[in-house]
């Protein structure tokens, strides 16, 4: 069972954003696996363990992002790629698209898991999008993956309620939380983790040209959300109380 | 020069930090008012091969270096101080004697169980009557046959009550100038005759356990001496300094965490209709407070890296645990004084922190022992003891 795990390297999520002349500031910033990601690096080991194989876990970004591979490989993935894009201008979900599209054509792959969404854009498009170009299955936000054969049952997570859907191999799925609780790396896992292969590949490795793989969307302004405000407490007989909260509705915050 | 953790310390301390936050910290109050010895935690330490980390693997360590170990001490310590002086104990006084000067056969059969976190150890070298002056240990152990009987009473040892072996000094005899011979003894606590009482009632790192041990004619094979038998004194002295960097970090995490919890606490409180954090008085115990703890925290580091280098770390592990010991005690008394009355309320934490903090001072050492080993490295005093000895 060759399984891949889709990885990015996100903000803390404890980690206050800032923003300057329209960037976002990441200096001094910790960095974190992506927390839904790490629920699929969690599930790929334990597939592996159950069922033979290896896990190999991909990251798009830059060479900062070896962090996150090398703890991937401390939790137990058997080996690790870097796809640089920093000589990608404006990159968004269609370049990171483009990329795992080149590099999964020269692989073979049985499953690829990856996190339901990521926690700092948040676009959710990367396991969709590359399912479609790989022309093989998707299932989102699955909470429990029981494989049997060569079919996989997906208990998928449908805004509160559940979904089963079973999926003919290979297939894309991503995790939702509650699939698993992910391990800590092991002090030996650590240790072994620094023998652990882990290439890095350019464009070049991936004959990709650079405006190929060029982002389609334009970032046109970036702003953090208006901070909330302090609330009010309605006063007086109840349907005083409820006239009062109607008009409001209506003239203040406009949204009746 | 160069400040930066190579990446396995990193992952490390990212993976003992988010260990330490999820699994330790929330029982830390708990721990403190019931006085349990938090067991489960230790359980799941070893299986992630924390108590183990200084050691080769082919002992069931993980084959880390002394500045990994003092990153997760710091880790654990901020979450809990009793857990973190626990874990230090375990490894720097319980296990690393066994490495350091243990026999091939010893460190298989007592070392391994040890490393892999399947059993805590424990040292016993304090006695009622011997303290700081470690010299003059009475508890005696005498060979009969091919067996030592240990005689003698041990106290405010940790771990002990969980541990399955603890290291016993023992005076054997006497040198040519009459002064006490002090050997190491490996005994197993269910050896006929070992009593360990855990009965005390501490005022801090009350979820660490603290024992009394009393050896009534204990007798041990004779196998069971650790070490050399005549330089017993020098190797307890080797193992209380690498014991002294693990204690300076411990008391660098628990400050830490006081100190996390008065800047947070500073910038939410208002008076005056504005954050404390405003305020100059507050800015300059927080501006002092975060400067001493880095100041701590770096000498703690280049202390474990000398040692790391076999280089000679006794003066600076002595300068990293007094430093770190009293500035921990000065940083959780601000942090109780920069939340006020809350501060005082059990509820928000950092009174227990300065309780576990007072500890630091005085445990491996106290602070006037410290400043007696780096004025001994300065090379005060040894004309005295020319004199005495000549």
Redesign the interface.
């Known amino acids: 069972m060759n399984i891949y795990v889709l990885l990015k390297r996100t903000f803390d999520t404890e980690e206050k954003i800032e923003i300057e002349n329209g960037e976002i500031i990441d200096d001094g910033a910790e960095f974190i696996i992506n927390p839904y990601d790490e629920y699929a690096v969690e599930e790929a080991i334990q597939i592996r363990d159950e069922h033979g194989g290896e896990v190999s876990v991909v990251t798009v970004g830059d060479e900062e992002a070896?962090?996150q591979l090398?703890?991937a490989l401390?939790m137990g993935a058997d080996q690790a790629y870097l796809i640089e894009d920093e000589d990608i201008e404006n990159g968004d979900e269609y370049s990171t698209q483009e990329l795992l599209k080149a590099f999964f054509a020269e692989k073979e792959y049985d499953l690829i898991l990856g996190g339901n969404v990521a926690v700092d854009g948040g676009s959710g498009q990367i396991g969709p999008r590359l399912a479609d170009q790989l022309d093989i299955v998707h299932v989102t936000s699955a909470v429990d993956i029981t494989l049997e054969g060569n079919e996989a049952k997906v208990e998928r997570d449908v805004e509160g309620d559940q979904e089963i859907i079973s999926v003919s191999l290979p297939a894309l799925i991503t995790a939702q939380q509650g699939l698993n609780e992910p391990r800590?790396?092991?002090?030996?896992?650590?240790?072994k983790?620094?023998k652990k292969p882990l290439e890095t590949l350019d464009l070049d490795d991936l004959d990709v040209d650079e405006e190929d793989a060029e982002g389609k969307t334009k970032t046109v302004e970036r702003f953090l959300p208006p901070e909330k405000q302090a609330g009010r407490i309605l006063e007086g007989e109840v349907e005083g109380q409820v006239q009062e909260l109607v008009r409001l509705l209506k003239t203040d915050a406009k949204v009746l | 020069m160069n400040f930066e953790l190579t990446?396995?310390q990193?992952?490390?301390k990212?993976?003992v930090r988010?260990?330490a936050q999820n699994e330790i910290a929330p029982k830390a109050r708990e721990i403190d008012e019931t006085g349990e010895f938090p067991i489960d935690t230790f359980k799941k330490m070893g299986?992630?091969?924390?108590l183990?980390?200084p050691f080769s693997?082919e002992y069931g360590g993980?084959?880390?270096d002394t500045v990994s170990y003092s990153l997760a001490v710091e880790e654990i310590g901020r979450a809990c101080g009793s857990t973190g002086l626990s874990y230090a104990a375990a490894v720097s006084l319980g296990a690393s004697p066994l490495y350091y000067f243990g026999t091939e056969e010893q460190k298989q059969k007592y070392l391994v169980p040890l490393a892999s976190g399947e059993a805590l150890g424990s040292f016993g070298l304090t006695e009622p009557n011997a303290g700081s002056d470690a010299g003059g240990t009475q508890t005696k152990a005498v060979l009969d046959g091919d067996e030592y009987v240990i005689n003698g009473e041990k106290c405010w040892i940790t771990n002990a009550g969980f541990a399955k072996t603890v290291i016993v000094t023992a005076v054997t005899g006497k040198d040519a100038r009459g002064k006490n011979i002090i050997s190491a003894f490996i005994v197993p606590t269910d050896t006929p005759g070992f009593t360990i009482n855990s009965n005390y009632d501490k005022m801090g790192v009350r979820g660490s356990n603290t024992s009394e041990l009393i050896l009534e004619d204990v007798r041990v094979p004779k196998e069971n001496l650790l070490g050399d038998p005549e330089k017993g004194f020098k190797q307890f002295l080797y193992t209380l300094d690498g014991g002294r960097i693990s204690i300076a970090s411990l008391a660098v995490g628990i400050a830490q965490s006081a100190f996390d919890a008065a800047l947070a606490y500073s910038k939410e409180r208002k008076q005056f209709s504005q954050p404390i954090s405003n305020f100059q008085a507050i800015q300059f115990k927080l501006a002092d407070m975060s400067m001493e703890i880095e100041l701590a925290r770096n000498m703690v580091l280049k202390a474990a890296w000398l040692k790391d280098q076999g280089k000679k770390f006794t003066k600076e592990g002595a300068y990293a645990k007094l430093f770190a010991s009293e500035m921990a005690t000065r940083v959780c008394n601000q942090a109780i004084q920069i939340h006020g009355g809350y501060g005082y309320m059990k509820e928000y934490g950092v009174e227990r922190m300065l309780r576990d903090a007072k500890l630091m001072e005085i445990g491996e050492g106290t602070s006037e022992i410290q400043r007696l080993v780096i004025a001994r490295e300065l090379g005060c005093g040894e004309k005295k003891k020319a004199k005495v000895n000549g």
């Not at chain 1, 800590?184 to 240790?191: C, F, V």
């Open positions: 070896e962090k090398r703890t401390a800590y790396p092991s002090l030996p896992g650590i240790m983790a620094k | 990446q396995e990193q992952l490390l990212d993976m988010d260990f299986e992630l091969g924390l183990g980390i693997e993980s084959g880390g």
